[in-house]
């Protein structure tokens, strides 16, 4: 086994890949969503000292955090700290992060005439060297022990954050959109699926090893939307994204959808070319399995609060959870992100367990 694969150390742990695209593993891989984050003290160390965004556009610090985590926890995936909004920023928007707030865009997009403000989706990556470099930098220093995931948003998901300026219970801004413009929303999910599949291979050209794409606010659409405005544009960047890497010359990788609150949604993102869904904790792994078929690899999906109980607790839902998805095509991860307020110890416990019962 050559010691450097293009010009990266040689992948000593390869599990995650084994287990996407459906080959035997020693044991079930393991990451958990928002595994860099304020619950863990070196990370709010460096936050206090720091600019969310400032963080993300300093390669050395991003790396630092993407690898926190790793040095606790005996995780299968690293994934790079940036965050989904960096796309809105490419295309010309402010976006702020206010402590306790979350994401704030000062000037959201309010009538169709606001596009013409937004950048060109062909110049995103040209402002977005930052993560290139943070993603080849992390990967050198991974030295090979877990893969590394690049992601970016689903173009729902953002539009719906370019409308709304921030998180909101009903998006209702932005499904006001969906429903007077769609004309206007169509050529938005356009431009953003144009720009995240430039951002996503050249992601894959800095070194990023698997990709996942975050349809947080699937929820929100439900099956007669979710057809119209997102599946096409979910499809477009898989396809697409596949096609730019192949001409590349690069090694065909793995791509994990994960449709938050998109129960309604699994058996025609089963039809797409991702080769692993991801699934939040309210949909039973008997039923994802039933309606994405043998032949996609599952992630998820134990409730982020289980991690709240204790630790004997958290060992017996991971045996439960491990029981239900079986060892074959599967990635034990949580339902959805975890919380600033949650303990590190937890974390390991839940990390442990997945080990301990997934040995085959
Ligand atoms: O380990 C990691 O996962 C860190 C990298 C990461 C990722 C993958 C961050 C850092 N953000 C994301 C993705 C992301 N960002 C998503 C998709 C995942 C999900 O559904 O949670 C979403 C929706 C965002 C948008 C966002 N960024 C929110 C949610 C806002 C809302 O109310 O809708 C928030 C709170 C952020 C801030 C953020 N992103 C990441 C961190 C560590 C933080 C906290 C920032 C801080 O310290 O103030």
Redesign the pocket.
């Known amino acids: 086994m050559p010691s450097f694969q293009n010009g990266f150390p040689a992948l000593k742990n390869d599990r995650l890949l084994r287990a996407a695209r459906g080959e035997v593993v020693d044991q079930v891989p393991v990451w958990v ?6 619950y863990l003290p070196e990370f709010r160390e460096e ?1 206090a000292k720091c600019d ?1 965004f400032t963080m993300c556009q300093t390669p050395a610090l991003a790396c630092k955090i993407t690898l926190q985590p790793l040095d606790r926890f005996a995780l299968d995936a690293a ?1 790079i ?5 960096v796309i809105p920023q490419a295309l010309g928007m402010q976006v702020e ?1 206010r ?1 306790g707030e ?2 704030v865009f000062p000037s959201p997009l309010s009538v169709p005439d606001d596009l013409a403000k937004l950048a060109s989706p062909g110049d995103v990556c040209s402002k977005l060297q930052y993560v290139f470099d943070a993603l080849t930098l992390t990967r050198k220093e991974l030295q090979g022990k877990a893969v590394l995931i690049g ?1 970016s ?1 689903a173009p729902w ?1 953002i539009m719906a954050y370019m409308i709304e300026g ?2 909101s219970k009903t998006m209702s801004n932005a499904k006001r959109w969906l429903y007077r413009y769609p004309e206007a929303s169509h050529k938005l999910l356009k431009i953003i699926t144009d720009a995240t599949v430039s951002y996503l291979v050249a992601q894959v050209k800095a070194g990023a090893q698997v990709l996942q794409v ?1 349809e ?1 606010h699937a929820e929100h659409l439900g099956p007669y939307l979710f057809q119209e405005f997102a599946l096409p544009y979910l499809k477009q960047i898989c396809d697409e994204v596949k096609e730019g890497v192949i001409k590349l010359g690069l090694p065909d990788i793995p791509m994990i959808v994960f449709p ?1 609150g998109g129960h309604y949604a699994l058996k025609d993102l089963a039809a797409l070319k991702y080769e692993v869904i991801g699934i939040d904790w309210t949909v039973d792994p008997f039923l994802a399995r039933q309606l994405v078929g043998p032949n996609k690899t599952l992630q998820g999906n134990l409730d982020p609060c289980a991690l709240y109980a204790d630790e004997e607790y958290i060992d017996k839902a991971v045996k439960e959870m491990l029981s239900k998805f079986g060892v074959d095509r599967y990635i034990a991860n949580l339902g ?2 975890m919380y600033p307020d949650m303990e590190p110890q937890h974390v390991s416990t839940f990390i442990n367990a997945v080990h301990k019962y997934s040995k085959t």
């Open positions: 969503m928002r595994q860099a984050g304020r936050r969310f994934i700290f940036s965050d989904i909004l992060m402590p979350g994401p992601f948003g998901t921030k998180g975050f947080s938050k959805h992100g």
